[in-house]
């Protein structure tokens, strides 16, 4: 019996460590995918949805909860509109804001040629005729108010005959747009800006239609960058988001309040002396305090931010609410004490949680992949500090394999965050995985150089205009760091990143010096001539290049085009390369990927093209995205001739 009992234990043990796999492909794209419908009108409970994809299908479902506050089981529901006030409606219940597309342009060949019915000709005659992944086709997205249940003749166009788009185009959305408290004024947010022009300014501004006069009153002239997310306090106190500088889409991002006093209007910047960037802000239910995340040493956190009482009061310093090896990447709202937050890490995707406003306590509210997460091992992830070559502190993510062992050698990755000036947090992609990339059996290497948020405005800053600087060396000096490591091969060193990241393979590639044995580009800058010939928004390349590349007597501009240019070192390259191209990118076009792709098979260098004629920058196709990943892992398993 002893013996039967024993034998027993043992089927359990090796049954329970059996259990635990390593994440695979397939598992990462399956997990559930977490987003936030809103508080209920009570502030008991939050509406979510959990998202999920049918890979044989090529197809996603999605289903929506009642999840309580508190705690507790989640109950399904098909309807929301029970449980959420539709902020398109106005506080009289009489009208609602409504988007639709308005053609306003002739762009076809049938809009000038009305009799040439198979003509598929498009005609501009100014930039900004294609963004992100469509072409412009004379339509623009227009806001309308109608009676609720009134007649057509009630039904206006707020913006009628005008060339511009609310929500802001191509990543614009409901919260673009509002009604004011009062509910005699519509607010929303464009780029009053056509063509040529529109492609070279970030200058987008906060209007308000008036809704008895139908007149349009501009509330941010005064400020010539970005100026976004408006939203009331309870005390009928405007709040947005303002970055200043025109061109710059990634400049400080700051919290704007207006104050009326006296007769007269005047705008408070609240985080103007915080060095810090902010992500998004919420109002608190009396008005008197804002809640914001923003990124912080490698993470993203929640901060409190009290409100002064007047115009000419004391601006005190943002709090910081929490603290870990996380990212509070979204605010959903609040009950007074409890904040509910989307919450992530690199060992678990974004789920709901609770904070506790008083101490920064958090828990887990939602729980969509519990189950999947209890059979799969976890990644150890390190912030390990890395001495850059101008005598910087830089912090550093090392991604370990599962069951990590340090007398072993492990293949090691350099990742490089696209961007260029995003955070390089605790993040949890379905494409850039680190816990997948462990898994299979890779260190990866993070590191949170020159150019990203979280270390003050100066660093965030440095990289405009030195792509092919600091920057690379501060790559550099984190593989090389790590690579001191006796667990790491230096014999089996990759480099892998997409956009920015993809740019910095291509240049990496040229100057690596012998570093890597391989190299994997996504969507990846290879040529800045042709970039600036073909890409869609001006403002970015004029920005970060520092001007155009025709114009001679521009030191900064000519050392980007030139020097920082990846196609002016194919000489040098002799390293292995897969090229990942979308075909509906026109942030990176196609002939970016193409370029990178002729020069490594012209110069007898082992390469792959990986073309996706569908997706645009990302890989939106859940099919597509299994083939990336298995295409990504089997050119790495190959090129560092890694055994599985």
Not at 408 to 414: A, F, G, N, Q
Not at 624 to 634: D, M, V
Request: include cysteine.
């Amino acid at each position: 019996m002893k013996k039967i009992y024993i034998i027993l234990c043992l089927t359990a043990f090796w049954g329970s460590i059996q259990a635990q796999e390593n994440l695979t492909p397939k598992q990462l794209l399956e997990l559930n995918r977490v987003s936030a419908v809103g508080l209920t009108n009570d502030k008991t409970a939050v509406v979510y949805r959990a998202s999920k994809y049918d890979i044989a299908g090529n197809s996603r479902s999605t289903k929506y909860y009642l999840q309580p506050i508190k705690g507790g089981d989640k109950q399904p529901i098909s309807d929301y509109s029970n449980w959420i006030s539709d902020k398109n409606v106005s506080p009289d219940g009489k009208s609602k804001i409504s988007a639709e597309n308005v053609k306003i342009e002739r762009v076809t060949g049938t809009d000038y040629y009305p009799a040439l019915k198979n003509s598929n000709v498009q005609i501009y005659e100014s930039l900004q005729y294609r963004h992100w992944d469509s072409w412009e086709d004379g339509e623009y997205s227009h806001l309308f108010i109608e009676n609720i249940g009134g007649r057509l003749l009630d039904r206006v166009d707020i913006m009628k005959g005008e060339r511009f788009d609310c929500p802001t185009m191509p990543f614009g959305g409901a919260e673009d747009y509002l009604w004011s408290p009062d509910g005699k004024k519509v607010l929303y947010v464009t780029k009053k800006l056509y063509g040529t022009e529109y492609t070279t300014s970030t200058n987008t501004d906060i209007y308000a239609y008036n809704i008895a006069t139908k007149k349009t009153e501009n509330l941010t002239g005064y400020n010539n960058g970005y100026d976004m997310a408006p939203a009331f306090s309870s005390k009928g106190k405007l709040g947005w988001l303002q970055m200043k500088r025109d061109g710059y889409e990634s400049d400080k991002n700051d919290i704007i309040i207006r104050f009326k006093e006296g007769g007269k209007t005047g705008n408070l910047n609240l985080t103007k002396d915080w060095d810090g960037t902010v992500n998004g802000f919420v109002w608190s239910n009396d008005g008197a305090k804002i809640y914001f995340n923003a990124p912080v040493g490698g993470t993203v956190h929640l901060f409190e931010l009290e409100v002064p009482t007047s115009y000419e009061s004391k601006v005190n310093a943002p709090k910081q609410l929490t603290k870990g090896q996380f990212d509070v990447n979204g605010i959903v709202g609040h009950n007074g004490k409890t904040m509910v937050v989307y919450r992530r890490d690199m060992n678990q995707a974004t789920e709901l949680y609770t904070v506790d406003v008083t101490t920064g306590d958090m828990q887990q509210l939602t729980h969509e992949n519990d189950a999947a997460y209890k059979n799969i091992n976890r990644s150890n992830v390190v912030k390990r500090m890395v001495k850059t070559t101008d005598g910087k502190e830089m912090v550093t993510w090392v991604i370990y394999p599962p069951n990590f062992d340090k007398n072993k050698k492990y293949p090691t990755l350099l990742y490089c965050q696209g961007g260029p000036q995003g955070a390089l947090s605790q993040f949890y992609s379905f494409r850039w995985n680190f816990q997948l990339m462990a898994a299979q059996g890779y260190i990866v290497v993070a590191p949170n150089r020159r150019g990203m948020p979280g270390y003050g405005v100066e660093w965030n800053e440095q990289i405009s205009g030195d792509y092919g600087g600091q920057n690379m060396q501060d790559y550099l000096a984190a593989i090389d760091d790590v690579s001191k490591e006796a667990y790491v091969d230096k014999d089996r060193l990759g480099c892998v990143g997409a956009s920015y990241g993809g740019y910095s393979c291509f240049y990496l590639a040229g100057i690596h010096e012998k570093r890597f044995k391989t190299f994997i580009a996504h969507d990846g800058i290879f040529n800045w001539k042709s970039m600036y010939g073909t890409t869609e928004e001006m403002f970015f390349v004029n920005w970060d290049m520092g001007g155009n590349y025709w114009d001679k007597n521009n030191k900064v501009a000519q050392r980007s085009f030139n020097e920082f240019n990846p196609i002016e070192h194919v000489d040098k390259w002799d390293t292995p390369i897969m090229v990942i191209q979308g075909g509906k990118d026109f942030r990176v076009p196609i002939g970016q990927g193409l370029e990178a792709f002729n020069a490594a098979q012209l110069r007898g260098i082992k390469s792959k093209l990986l073309f996706f004629p569908e997706e645009n920058h990302w890989v939106l196709s859940i099919q597509n995205a299994l083939i990336w990943q298995t295409e990504f892992f089997k050119w790495l398993d190959e090129t560092l001739e890694v055994e599985k």
